[in-house]
């Protein structure tokens, strides 16, 4: 890149997927939540099996 008139001749873009690490904070947002919870709960799939309780 080289300047025209003292102006910007181009830019640099970088970007990343953060999808995954944004699931993985919400799963552990969740997650303390239940942790912290006085409550009782369970977590089923639509087959009926558990996939998590408190």
Do not use: C, P, W, Y
Request: glycine fraction near 6%.
């Amino acid at each position: 890149m080289t300047a025209l008139h003292d102006r910007s001749a181009g830019a640099v873009i970088i970007r990343r997927d953060i999808t995954a690490r944004k699931l993985q904070e919400k799963r552990l947002r969740i997650a303390a939540i239940a942790f912290e919870s006085d409550e009782g709960r369970m977590i089923t799939d639509t087959q009926g099996r558990i996939l998590q309780v408190n």
